[in-house]
């Protein structure tokens, strides 16, 4: 059954936006698995979405977590069997502490969950067995102390008192439940040794649950003869004080007792009796001194207080008990520890002033000054730590961001407190600043001039413009766009394309010098953010001039039937000005600069031809000897790299009269005919020779082929070589009429491709050895004379 305690439910609303509060519920302890603790949802006045959207969770530090949040039904349940003597000991109220976490906003709620007590421990002794030796001169009305029992349990579910098994020797001493007293057995009866010698009692334990627990204990009573005085504690109790520091060794107090007997009857040895399972091996008795002394380590986080009894006995077995009472003394011995309830890795730089990035819960288990605790920042002007509640600290923005200065941060985070000396804690937190797009693109310069050549390639990269935004990722990614234009009425996108990727610009036409000289656009860069940014460059493209005209001739003009033809009178003197060539370039520089040569002449000294004018004059007088057909060669070069030229011919007739020209010219146009006609006919002849040259070589380089091919099939074959003698000559095994005999050295391998064939010197004994697996046979030849003397002898093979 689950009793409720609150809703203790506050609210507390700070400038963070978080929100906090506190529930408490009470549950028993063992509860099963999935068992229903409260309707946190209901209990928070939340609504179950906001847990699902929230990602709710809960939050438990170091600790065990015992309880699971049910986020689709916003209730707690048992995540762990809860064992309250485990978690709590003999602390009461016993209860669980944990907080629920949201995000989106950053909210969380302290939950605290009693856990009570149920009956389900029964009281237990530490000994099975206790053993007396009494004497038997003991007088009625001794007391022997047994073994206190120990119960797990609090409350009314713990020891509620104990019982004696029927005797009429013993009884027990009225105990009552949280006193300090011992429990104690009485002897009502004088011991008889000689009668009895052994007494077997049982103490039984009670708890006062329900169904009611108990334990048993076992009494062993041997009884002895003479010590008829027992010892007595000086003190019932003893006090002490001691730090959690204090080393092993420490003394802490001295026990002590009395004893009326004398001699080894009055001889008191000290000893622990009874002691917390947590301090069986913290605390040691020197059993003749009686000296209590530390031998662990002490936590005051742990446990505070402690109570051991000291007995002291003499040797017949009578004993008393003095009470030590140990307080725990706290020391600034824990650092804080720093847990991080809710973090956030990452950020966009764009966030606003004051949002929560961390919530952290600081715990120092150290009392009073020693647990108080405060934390500061490492020197980072962009964040501040706020204290929200007891021991819960934020961690928020406190001005702007910008990722293009500081893309990650690391802050370190310092919690100390206020002992004496002060002890700190740090945790180092690694923030991530995401990107916005907040950087438009910028280029290198604010306008680019290039340059080009004429009569480029279409395609040909021209220039590249380069762009960079300070931006991250998709958001720095930048993007060349040809903004719409035209060029002299035409779309620029005829003439220029640029790449989007590389910002390369590549022609689109080749370019003419002679009609478009330059021109420009203009180039945007977007990057690849949401909404996009942008920025534009102008780009001025100077075209190159390049030689790429010939100089073209004016005049004199070049027909293609009559002749046309210069007169020169014989009476012409020197520097006479026979014509003038005139021709242009279209190009411009360097390029059009012209230049006039005499490339040929029927009479070299009789004209010259400018330079720089091409003006043809007289060098010297006209003569009657000189010719009256006179052809000159004008070549025009220009100066360009390579140059271009242009020739003109300039027929001059050297006469006084028109009808002397005429008749000379009529009979120069027929030796031209002539002339051309019989060039014809050579280059045809030509031509056919060289056709029929090829024809017979690829002929004859055929055969070849075709015969290497026929003896390579024979080569392969593994058919028996057969000799073979000419039709004029027979074989006569041996006694042969060959005129010369030739002798062959054959030496063949089972792969004919690989053999090697040898061809021996003309001797008086030749062997041809066929090969074993061959189908014939060849007997040795001998041959008595060398009969090498007729070079003419046939042989074939």
């Known amino acids: 059954m689950i009793r409720k305690i609150g809703p203790l439910l506050f609210v507390s609303i700070v400038a963070l936006n978080s929100v906090f509060g506190q529930v408490s519920y009470s549950i028993p302890e063992e509860m099963a698995k999935g068992s229903l603790v409260g309707n946190i949802a209901q209990d928070l006045g939340l609504d179950v979405k906001r847990l699902r959207s929230g990602k709710a969770r809960i939050y438990t530090g170091e600790s065990t977590e015992y309880i699971e949040l049910n986020k689709e039904r916003g209730v ?120 009895q010698e052994r007494l077997f009692l049982v103490l039984t334990a009670l708890d006062g649950g329900e169904p009611q627990l108990s334990g048993t204990m076992q009494i062993a009573i041997n009884v002895l003869d003479a010590n008829d005085n027992a010892p007595v504690c000086i003190q019932a109790e003893y006090k002490t004080n001691v730090k959690e520091d204090a080393l092993k060794g420490a003394a802490l107090t001295v026990v002590s007792a009395s004893d009326a007997d004398e001699g080894q009857h009055g001889h008191i040895q000290y000893s622990i009796s009874n002691v917390p399972d947590s301090a069986v091996e913290l605390f040691y008795v020197d059993k003749e001194t009686g000296v209590v002394t530390l031998m662990g380590h002490l936590d005051y986080e742990k446990f505070r207080h402690y109570e051991i009894d000291v007995q002291a006995s003499d040797k017949g077995g009578n004993s008393d008990v003095c009470k030590v009472i140990i307080e725990v003394l706290d020391t600034n011995d824990n650092p804080p520890a720093i847990n991080i309830m809710s973090t956030s890795s990452t950020i966009s730089e764009d966030v606003k002033q004051g949002t929560v990035l961390t919530m952290m819960n600081v715990q120092d ?99 590249t413009v380069k762009a960079r935004d300070a931006d991250w990722n998709q958001n720095a990614r930048v993007s060349y766009i040809l903004e719409d234009s035209s060029v002299n009425g035409v779309p620029v996108s005829s003439y220029v394309s640029v790449s989007a990727d590389s910002g390369v610009i590549h022609a689109v036409r080749s370019f003419d010098y002679e009609q478009i000289k330059d021109f420009q656009f203009r180039v945007k860069a977007q990057d690849g953010g949401s909404p996009p940014l942008s920025s534009n460059v102008t780009v001025k493209v100077l075209i190159q001039d390049q030689n790429d005209n010939p100089p073209q001739v004016l005049y004199p003009v070049q027909t293609g039937g009559s002749l046309v033809a210069e007169m020169v009178p014989r009476s012409a003197d020197v520097g006479y000005l026979v014509t003038k060539v005139v021709a242009v370039d279209v190009d411009s520089g360097q390029n059009a600069w012209l230049s006039y040569k005499l490339q040929k002449a029927t009479d070299r000294a009789l004209f010259e031809v400018g330079l720089q004018n091409g003006e043809i004059r007289t060098i010297r ?49 027929q030796d031209k005919e002539y002339n051309d006609n019989l060039t014809f006919y050579l280059v045809l002849a030509l031509a056919v020779v060289s056709f029929l040259f090829i024809t017979c070589l690829v002929v004859i380089i055929s055969v070849k082929i075709y015969r290497w091919r026929q003896s390579r099939v024979l080569y392969h074959s593994n058919l028996p070589v057969i000799p073979y003698y000419p039709p004029r000559y027979s074989d006569t095994l041996g006694t042969g009429t060959l005129q010369h005999v030739y002798n062959y050295e054959v030496c063949r391998t089972n792969d004919s491709r690989k053999s090697d064939c040898k061809f021996g010197t003309v001797g008086s004994q030749n062997v041809l050895i066929m090969d074993p697996s061959s189908t014939g046979t060849m007997q040795r030849i001998q041959s008595e004379k060398n009969i090498l ?3 003419d002898s046939p042989l074939e093979v």
């Open 621 to 669: 007088g006209v003569t009657d000897k000189d010719a009256v057909k006179q052809r000159l060669t004008v070549i025009v070069e220009d100066n360009g790299q390579p140059s271009r030229s242009a020739t003109v011919i300039v027929n001059v007739a050297v006469a006084d009269s028109f009808p002397e020209v005429l008749s000379e010219f009529t009979d120069y146009t």
């Open 789 to 791: 003397d007729e070079p």
């Open 76 to 195: 707690l349940v048992i995540k762990e069997r809860i064992d309250r003597e485990s978690l709590c000991g003999q602390t009461t109220p016993c209860a669980l502490d944990f907080q629920i976490i949201l995000e989106n906003p950053m909210q969380f709620y302290s939950i605290a969950v009693e856990v009570t007590d149920i009956n389900d421990n029964s009281p237990g002794f530490k000994n099975k067995e206790i053993k007396f030796e009494i004497s038997e001169t003991v007088q009625i009305g001794s007391k022997f102390v047994l073994d206190k029992a120990v119960d797990v349990d609090v409350g009314i579910n713990g020891l509620r008192g104990y019982s004696l098994s029927s005797s009429d020797t013993f009884t027990l001493n009225p105990y009552r439940i949280g006193s300090s007293r011992t429990v104690e057995m009485v002897l009502k009866k004088h011991l008889d040794r000689e009668k």
């Open 365 to 463: 288990p150290d009392s009073e000054e020693n647990g108080k605790v405060n934390c500061v920042l490492n020197k980072n002007s962009n964040f501040k730590i706020t204290s929200t509640s007891n021991n819960v600290f934020t961690l928020v923005t406190e001005n702007e961001l910008d990722r293009e200065i500081t893309s990650q941060h690391n802050i370190t985070v310092t919690c100390s407190d206020e002992g004496v000396p002060s002890l700190s804690s740090s945790v180092t937190l690694t923030l991530q600043i995401s990107d916005v797009n907040d950087n438009s693109p910028l280029f290198e310069r604010s306008s680019y001039e290039a340059y080009i050549v004429e009569n480029n390639t279409p395609g040909l990269s021209i220039f």
